[in-house]
């Protein structure tokens, strides 16, 4: 890690970083955010969860869909873990809704929400950074978060070497976290959103605007040209890549999936038999990318009238029901295909 001043534990990193921050989200901040209105425990909560590693606008008509139908913790904690799935579908990330749903009953059973970052810790899916969003949002506690928008800025800001996955380097911005919160806990809320919306808006991956940016004086990565290098990446691997056949079976407007056991890959999910010797017509294959590995999918289309025409367990559902179950993205998207077709 590349030393400069502005890493001597105990010395103010950037002077008045939190109020220099404020008054830039006050006026260039995100405050419509559905989430926001009204910050609730609850409402903060299912937000944070689904824009772990997700795009805000991503997030925002599934967050309107889930409120609609789980308006609160109680109602979420009462429902079938399948009915959640199905609102997350095409969301990515199916741990997240099941954890979610864990959680839930888990805070019912306790008898209502966490106080501190600690308690909301100890549920299911949630990890330090998320639970100091909630708690700082909700609550108005002084905690520090570290998501990946904060991570770049702060990389970024005090020319922070290494990849933030590795200890020493994790814990460096932990420490300048902590060091730049404002010192008032009715700022909390705000200064929250605020370093979100600055990695998110203007801190960016690729092509950063650091001429609006605040702090564009103050940058180590400005000051030495490296903005593009900083925050080092993750160590590249190749990612390995396991292949597989699916057999699309149609019986008129009646498609066959199998629901998947709730661990591991896709958990809970429908999904179309996987098969040794598909039969059909071959659809173009496509790949489909995991955080860990890639899967090459071979579809075939076979039009059978057969009760059971796999060896897994499955049922027939209608064309429109099926698209209204818990689905992986690559199954949603050939049975539009499907339904296109028919």
């Known amino acids: 890690m590349k030393k400069n001043d502005s890493e001597k534990v105990g010395d103010p990193p950037v002077k008045d970083f939190a109020q220099r921050l404020l008054a830039w989200h006050s ?17 903060v909560w299912v937000a944070e969860v689904m824009l772990q590693q997700t795009q805000v606008q991503t997030v925002i008509p599934y967050f309107a869909r889930f409120m609609a139908r789980f308006a609160d913790v109680e109602a979420l904690a009462a429902a079938d873990v399948s009915e959640v799935l199905a609102l997350w579908s095409g969301l990515g990330y199916y741990a997240r809704g099941r954890n979610l749903h864990r959680a839930a009953q888990q805070i019912v059973a306790e008898g ?10 100890a549920l299911s899916g949630i990890g330090r950074s998320t639970a100091a969003a909630i708690v700082a949002q909700a609550y108005g506690q002084r905690e520090a978060i570290l998501d990946g928008n904060v991570k770049r800025v702060l990389c970024r800001l005090f020319g922070v ?7 020493a380097v994790s814990e460096r911005l932990w420490m300048l976290a902590e060091q730049l919160l404002p010192a008032e806990c009715e700022l909390m809320p705000d200064y929250t959103q605020a370093q979100m919306d600055l990695g998110a808006t203007v801190c960016t991956r690729s092509r950063p605007r650091c ?7 103050d940058c180590v990565a400005v000051q030495q040209n490296r903005v593009s290098e900083l925050p080092t990446p993750r160590p590249r691997k ?29 958990g809970g999910l429908h999904v179309f038999a996987q098969v040794e010797t598909p039969r059909g017509v071959p659809l173009p294959p496509f790949r489909h990318t995991f955080t860990h590995f890639h899967l090459d999918i071979a579809p075939y289309l076979w039009h ?19 698209l209204a179950l818990p689905l992986p993205a690559p199954v949603k998207k050939l049975l539009m295909e499907v339904q296109d077709e028919s």
């Open 238 to 266: 190749a990612l390995p890549v396991r292949e597989v056949m699916w057999q699309i079976c149609v019986n008129d407007d009646r498609v066959w999936l199998v629901e998947r056991d709730q661990g591991g890959l896709w």
């Open 304 to 322: 059978t009238h057969l009760p059971n025409p796999t060896p897994d367990t499955g049922a027939w559902w209608p064309l429109q029901e099926a």
């Open 211 to 217: 001429e609006v940016c605040p702090f564009e004086k």
């Open 27 to 43: 006026v260039h901040g995100r405050h419509d955010l559905p989430w926001q209105h009204p910050r609730t425990p609850y409402r």
């Open 112 to 121: 209502g929400f966490p106080m501190d970052r600690l308690g909301w810790e």
């Open 161 to 167: 070497e290494g990849w933030a996955g590795e200890r």
